[in-house]
Every structure is written in C-alpha cells, then in structure tokens.
C-alpha cells in the first residue's frame, strides 16, 4: 500500500506571495491532518479535514487554509507569505475508524522557505 | 492544556545496546492515546508504537517497546539492540479523547539519538 504522498517537496516563495502544498492519503484513509514544524515552535497541529470538512483547528492566523476533495486528498494554502512560514509541512492521514487506536501516518513533507 | 515533556535534548548509545527515551505528559483527560514516531534527517516521520490510557499491558513493536506508567504519567521509549539506523530525532507525542473527533497530536520537543558502531 503507498504511503502519503506529499508535493511539492521543496518550495521557495518570497514574502506577500501565496502557495498551495497538496497531500494525497493512504488509500482508504479519509482524515487529513497538517502539521507546521519550526526549529522555533516545534510540530503544531494546524488542522484536519475528514469527509471535506474542516474537523479541528490549531491556533493559525486565517492565511492559513486548506480544503479536501472528495477522494479525500487535501490542499493546504498559505496567502501573504511572511518569513516566520518557513517551516516543514508535514501531512498526515489517518481511518479514524478504530476510536482508540486510530494511528496518523505521516508524509515526507514539504519544505517551504520563504525570503 | 496537554503537554507533552522530552527532557533529554540529545542521548548517545553504542549498536547493540539498549537506550531509554524519556517522555511525560500531562493531561486532564482520561482517555487519550500515546504515540512516539521517529525522524530522520529526510524528514519524514515515521510511526513506531502506540499505547492507550486504559492499556494494561505495555505495547512492543519489534525492537520498540514503551515502558508506561499512568501514575507518573510517563511513557518511555525503549529501543533494544539499537542499531545504526536508529539514529535519527524521536517525537513522542499525545492525542486526547478516545473518539475519532479529535485527531489533533500534541508533541514534545524531540530526542535526537545517535547510535555509534
């Protein structure tokens, strides 16, 4: 079975641009979840989507939005880019079907550098 | 708030030998899920073990296993006979609630582990 998928791989933007990073799930997974990782900040949850719908939400600012498609792939999109969104962006899917267990499977990330 | 605590920035170990990673949390839930998944410098994190708050038994994965202590609220990391590849950053992490609603991880700040021959 192919594991996340996650494109680009490696972006460079300058700031006030936009970018959009796409995640493609396990086949069978309908949860998407994208997290942001800084030397700064750590891993932070930025949200997830399940069934195209936005379930949860970190404590991002609106520039931070995504979507999901039906077949279950998900876009994230960043408007007005300033230099602190340098990060990875790691995308992460998961059944949420088995309650207790339900584990979040990672993808290889995007690395977004902003100057 | 959740939080999860990764005291030990950095830790070295020879091949084959066996090494801890420490982790607590805190939570005021009591149904949550804990979770430690490996980085390499590539990037990409990948899971190793799982262990719920009403698990009895401590979970193992192969070389993985994770020594839980509700009461103390830790969940160690144990890696035996550790190999070379098992160099790379380990990310334990937290999710709370025991239904799918909530699939937000919260993560500690990492270990890096290197492994010399």
Not at chain 1, 43 to 68: A, C, D, I, V, W
Not at chain 2, 15 to 36: N, P
Not at chain 2, 76 to 87: F, K, R, T, W
Request: hydrophobic fraction near 30%.
């Amino acid at each position: 079975k192919a594991g996340v998928t996650q494109t680009p791989r490696y972006l460079i933007k300058t700031r006030g641009q936009q970018v959009t990073l796409s995640c493609s799930p396990i086949s069978g997974h309908r949860s998407v979840s994208w997290y942001q990782q800084t030397p700064g900040q750590g891993l932070q949850f930025l949200f997830e989507y399940f069934s195209e719908t936005q379930r949860n939400k970190g404590n991002f600012p609106g520039r931070f939005s995504g979507r999901q498609f039906s077949n279950s792939r998900s876009e994230m999109n960043v408007s007005t880019l300033e230099l602190g969104d340098s990060a990875l962006y790691l995308c992460a899917s998961s059944s949420r079907v088995a309650a207790s267990t339900d584990t979040q499977y990672f993808g290889p990330g995007t690395r977004l550098t902003v100057l | 708030a959740q939080k999860i605590t990764q005291t030990q920035p950095g830790m070295f170990v020879q091949e084959k030998e066996a090494v801890t990673l420490d982790c607590t949390y805190d939570t005021s839930d009591q149904s949550y899920g804990l979770f430690w998944y490996k980085q390499p410098s590539s990037g990409e994190m990948i899971f190793l073990i799982y262990q719920g708050s009403y698990d009895e038994q401590n979970a193992t994965e192969g070389r993985y296993s994770l020594n839980f202590q509700k009461a103390r609220k830790s969940a160690n990391l144990v890696i035996s006979a550790s190999q070379l590849g098992d160099s790379a950053m380990y990310f334990c992490a937290m999710r709370e609630g025991r239904n799918t609603g909530f699939q937000k991880l919260v993560f500690g700040t990492g270990t890096r582990l290197l492994v010399s021959p």
